[in-house]
């Protein structure tokens, strides 16, 4: 979705702003724009429909100097993507400029208003009226652009994450954040002097700099040329500004050469589940130590209930977590889409612990629907993969999943490492509730540890797919089946699909295909089981039978050495052996690989496939 960049200092601004907007492109927009103020005083802003680069061929014969400067990349949602509503935008008197992330739900009256003042408006946008907003605050109450801008934010309903130029003034570069993430950067240049970044995430950052500051929601912050930097918030209250040390590397944020970077994470997932296990599992004990839940053991011992909450493939490794901290650990658990769970007046309980599950940890939905556990007393627990994330911060404990940074919009990595988390509390629960007998659970402990090593295993003899998916670049329709703990990795295989290939597909449940699906199968219809020789292992064999009747191709994931499922199937995919609970970390491995080979195979940008975000921070 939206990204920021923003640079002050003695370097020229729109190197270090273009390369910016590129280590954002992952998160998904269709227009971007830049604007720096130059040594004569001039407020430059170019902007561009389509990608970044289309952006740079633009600017290429322009003005584009200055050491102060602010960028965006934007995911349209108020007015279709032109060089208009792009942003940054101007103000009417010319002497602001402005970018935004998020959504201002009172523009359309913040708008009357101030068209009744004489402002008029180019744009379709919501983002044009704060730029006009703040532009009228200073000039009717003769303050100065820090002021003016707490002052107008006052008057604003909705999320915002803000950046702003002031012509007259080139030494002092504004932000804002209310419910959409910014974080500071504070640099030193080869000269010594102090500089900042600014980034909607830390991947701007990064490379330029370790220590930054997160700004917390509802402050506003100046970063001034000396090296000052000022925070106060909406309330007028100055804030001490919070330094952390980024963790993040840059060799993680590019290809390693790799051609995508969905391919890249599919196959850093060895390497990620074994981070993501490590210091959790005490090996020689076949103990799981996860003091996010030991902290907080009473609130599990006496919980009624554990509702998840999470949207896309999110909400899927939720249903997996859900089957196995049922089996596991004997509480009631219930998934929920965020979306729908936050404004249905759903029944919470003091003793009931909301989990949000989100790679950014910044999904709007989410974070709303924590929000609503914690308004009704609920106990708050975050599982997310970035570090400091707006719902790690807004819950009360959590687990980190560790995976690295996700690039690719198509989550491949962040699910199984999700999945392995989900699993490893409700291994936590299920031993402070002694709901396991200790052999079981050192068996699964035991297991689980294997499962980086089967991933790789998986990966490694599954080198067949490139060719295979080329056959079914012409297909309209996939259909993904799979019954128990494999459901949820039938609903994924056709999320993947979809999304990046923009091939329609449906996950279902196995046995349920026959409700409905089932009269679409024909001849042309490839229908992908996931069928290991475990759990319903027969009741699948049958569900096979069903759609072979009726001329389905059949695509199959099968364990290792099966024979009965290999006959029936026109191509299989192979996993090895495992604990019905974990089969969906193996499971899941061949069903990224064809997503990813059948988009490549018609052209498709995995990373930045059409119309997607990566980090969705509009509701
Ligand atoms: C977007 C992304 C998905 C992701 C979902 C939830 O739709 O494209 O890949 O699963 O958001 O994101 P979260 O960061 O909350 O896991």
């Known amino acids: 979705m939206c990204g920021i ?36 005083h001039d407020l430059n802003i170019y902007k561009a429909t389509g990608k970044v680069a289309a ?22 949602t108020h007015g279709e993507p032109n ?31 101030l068209e009744n003042e004489g402002y008029t408006f180019c744009s379709d946008t919501d983002t044009e009226v704060l730029v006009q907003l703040i532009e009228y605050t200073q000039k009717s109450q003769q303050c100065d652009l820090f002021t003016a801008v707490q002052r107008a934010l006052k008057h604003v309903v909705g999320a915002y994450a803000i950046a702003i130029l002031e012509k007259e003034n080139p030494d ?139 949207c896309g493939t999110s909400w899927h490794s939720a249903l997996i977590g ?16 965020a979306s729908e769970f936050r404004y249905r007046n759903p029944v919470i309980y003091p003793d009931d612990i909301v989990i949000a599950v989100s790679q950014s940890g910044e999904t709007a939905d989410t974070l709303a629907a924590i929000q609503l556990g914690e308004q009704k007393g609920a106990f708050l627990y975050g599982i997310c993969n970035v570090i400091g994330s707006s719902i790690a911060r807004a819950t009360q404990s959590g687990t980190y999943i560790h995976v690295g940074p996700e690039i690719g919009v198509a989550s491949t990595k962040a699910f199984t490492g999700q999945v392995t988390t989900l699993c490893l509390i409700g291994l936590a629960i299920a031993k402070e509730k002694h709901t396991l007998s200790d052999e079981m659970y050192h068996m699964l402990i035991d297991e689980l540890q294997t499962i980086p090593d089967k991933i790789q295993w998986t990966l490694e003899n599954n080198q067949g797919i490139d060719q295979f998916a080329q056959m079914f670049t012409y297909c309209r329709n996939f259909l993904f089946l799979g019954r128990g703990y494999n459901y949820p990795v039938a609903l994924e295989g056709a999320l ?124």
Not at 24 to 38: F, Q
Not at 55 to 76: P, Q, V
Not at 95 to 103: D, E, F, Q, T
Not at 536 to 546: G, L, R, T
């Open 83 to 113: 060089t208009v509503n792009a942003h940054p935008h101007r103000s009417q008197s010319g002497n602001l400029s402005l970018v935004h992330n998020g959504i201002i739900e009172n523009y359309k009256t913040l708008r009357t208003k």
């Open 55 to 76: 952006l740079e061929d633009k600017c290429a014969a322009e003005d584009t100097t200055g050491n102060i400067g602010i960028a965006h990349t934007r995911w349209a």
């Open 496 to 619: 993947k699909l979809k999304e990046i290939s923009y091939i329609h597909a449906e996950g279902y449940p196995a046995a349920e295909m026959k409700h409905g699906p089932i009269a679409l199968v024909d001849e042309e219809m490839p229908c992908v089981f996931i069928a290991p020789k475990r759990g319903m292992y027969d009741k699948v064999v049958s569900n096979i039978q069903e759609i072979k009747s009726r001329k389905g191709k059949i695509i199959s994931v099968v364990t290792e050495g099966d024979k009965i499922v290999s006959d029936m199937s026109d191509y299989t995919f192979v996993i090895p052996d495992t604990r019905d609970c974990f089969v969906p970390l193996l499971a899941v491995i061949p069903l990224q690989l064809l997503s990813y080979y059948v988009a490549t195979a018609k052209g498709r940008n995995v990373d930045q496939p059409r119309n997607l975000a990566k980090s969705v921070t509009v509701e």
């Open 172 to 310: 002092q570069l504004v932000c804002a954040r209310k419910g959409s993430p910014l974080v500071i950067g504070v640099g030193t240049d080869a000269r010594g002097h102090k500089e900042f970044y600014l980034g909607s995430d830390a991947t701007p950052i990064v490379e330029y700099t370790k220590q930054v500051v997160y700004l917390k929601d509802e402050e506003i912050a100046l970063m001034d040329r000396s090296g000052k930097l000022e925070i106060i918030n909406l309330s007028n209250v100055h804030q001490t500004p919070e330094m952390h040390i980024l963790s993040l590397s840059l060799d993680e944020l590019e290809k390693g050469g790799y051609p995508h970077f969905m391919l890249k994470e599919i196959w850093e997932q060895p390497n990620a589940l074994r981070t993501c296990i490590r210091g959790r599992i005490h090996v020689q004990a076949k103990d799981v130590l996860l003091s996010g839940i030991t902290d907080h053991k009473e609130k599990f011992l006496n919980a009624r209930r554990i509702i998840i909450c999470a």
């Open 322 to 337: 859900k089957y196995f901290i049922e089996e596991a650990a004997q509480i009631p658990v219930e998934v929920e889409y």
């Open 5 to 40: 960049v923003g640079y002050i200092g003695e370097q020229e601004a729109y190197p270090i702003l273009i390369k910016g907007l590129h280590r954002l492109e992952y998160r998904g927009y269709d227009s971007a724009g830049v604007s720096m103020i130059n040594a004569k």
